[in-house]
């Protein structure tokens, strides 16, 4: 089973995410998480998860998706881990940023579910065919 | 032949060579006038000078070598009776040559006198200095005109000193820059031009020193006129020096850039003026594209999958009131942005009068008392200054900072307002485009949530929330208006706290007295 893991703070795109996804791979767990600072803390405390896919969304209260990616880039145990920034905009400055971090892409948040299911079919497929 | 002819034969012969020398002298004209001033020798000397043959000249009067001007005045005559009275006399000045020309002649007219003393004739040594008169003259026109273009000079106030650097010359320039007559300050130390601090520094003396040392020294700086106003010299000092090198005294030109300068600072506030501005539009834009475009992204989205399961009436009940939310939401946002950009617009045209800060917190205080007391709030204010402002944009800083403290609550809110004079250099990271020297800080202090300092700048960004949408409501633009009415009154504001220990919202705004 793929895990994958989501930290929005807007509840609605977390619950048309988790719509999308089930249209896309029905064989996937994913857990939501509202902020960055409640995802580094379950990270932290519960060792045995390893997600495989993490979609952070760039604009957070509390803590910002850039630097939450910061710091789960630099756990161990994520190495294998995809990283997606997940934004209403791609704004440059946070592009370019989430790229030098290691983020493997920089989805905007589409208008269209459509949309949004094309790019996860992708991103399941391209690492489907790599495994 | 006897021993006295003999010595006569010698007295003659010498008296012959004497006679001869004199004759033959070419660079003075020397002549014998009698007692009526007739010419009765002549010279080579005399000839080269004056251009008359001895055949022509002898018997004539000596006035002959006058110009008429000199005539009138009886000049020759005048010079006789001085050489009768005190055996002679001396005189410069035009003389005619025979075909007319003028030349300039150093004249001494000597007496001759037999042995009872009586005045026989003259003796007249003529020199011809015109040469010397014409380069003289030259040299000082020349040094008049200097003098002149110096004095005359009135964009510059060019200043001679003495060694000690007290002020020897004076030119228009220096009057009209610095307000002093010349009778005034010559005499006086150039110091009096400089700002107490300045002297108090020795700034003055170490100037000197430089030009002393280097030849050359350039300053700017604020210096002071007669009636005590300030202006904004560029001054160079210039050593002078004798043919030994040895110090003579100094050069002194300032000139008055006090526009200039003003207009460099003003060009400074406005180019800060415009960096804000410009961030503004920066601002304008990101919200634009992201906060508005989100709630419009999510209504199309749900508009969407209202269209795709059209059939599930709870999935459609659902989802319209989540299209309603976005639409509302956006309808805030629109609305807020709104009053945010109408800021600038009245701050243009809002009638700007003085301002008692108790008031506008009385008036905060009735309108938020429904808030205040559901929340159990206290609000304890100090006595607050008056400024120079627009009342109704003074109420809505109070009302959004008060009202913050009010939301951002876990316990009973506690919220301190004060106020104090403070210094602009007081102010930490003062921004660059503040004028007023002092200011009014109003500092409002709550017991709330607060905030990690990391954050003191962005929570006054538009649309910027430190708090999720389910923990605390509203737009996200209170503080981002606040800055912009604090801005409006050329004031600053600033935020600090810790989490949990409160925040403190501090505002500047220009001191302004009755």
Known sequence: ?131 | MTGREQSATANISASNIYKRMIEEIQDYAIILLDRDGIIRNWNIGAEKIKLYTEKEIIGKHFSIFYRAEDIEINLPQTLLNEAFTNGRASHEGWRKRKDGTAFWGNITITAIHDEDSTVIGYCKVTRDLTEKKIAEDQLRRSEERYHQMVAEVQDYAIILLSPAGIIENWNIGAQKIKGYTEAEIVGKHFEVFYTEEDRKIGLPGKLLKIARDKGRAAQEGWRVRKNGTKFWGAIVITALHNKDGAIVGYTKVTRDLSQKKIDEDKLAVYMAELEIQNSELEEFAYVASHDLQEPLRKIRTFSELIRENYDDKEFVIKYFDKLDTSAKRLSELVKSLLNYSRLSVDSKTAAWTYVNLNDVLKEVEEDLELLIADKKATIIGGMLPAVTGSHIQLGQLFSNIIGNSLKFSKTEPIIHISSRIVEKQEIPDVPKNLIAERYHLVEFKDNGIGFDDEYNRIIFSLFKRLHGKQEYSGTGIGLALCKKIVENHKGHISASSGHGHGAVFNVYLPFASE
């Open chain 1, 1 to 131: 089973m793929i895990k994958c893991l989501i930290i929005d703070d807007d509840l609605d795109d977390q619950e048309i995410f988790l719509m999308c996804l089930k249209k896309v791979n029905t064989d996937i767990n994913c857990l939501t998480m509202s902020n960055g600072v409640e995802a580094v803390a379950l990270l932290m405390s519960n060792t045995d998860y390893i997600p495989d896919y993490v979609f952070i969304d760039v604009n957070m209260p509390k803590m910002n998706g850039i630097d939450c990616l910061k710091i789960l880039k630099n756990m161990a145990r994520l190495k294998y881990a995809k990283f997606f920034m997940y934004s209403t905009t791609a704004e440059g400055a946070a592009v370019t940023e989430s790229k030098k971090l290691g983020a493997d892409d920089f989805i905007v948040k589409p208008a269209r579910t459509a949309e949004l299911k094309e790019k996860l079919t992708t991103i399941f497929k391209i690492v489907s065919e790599i495994a």
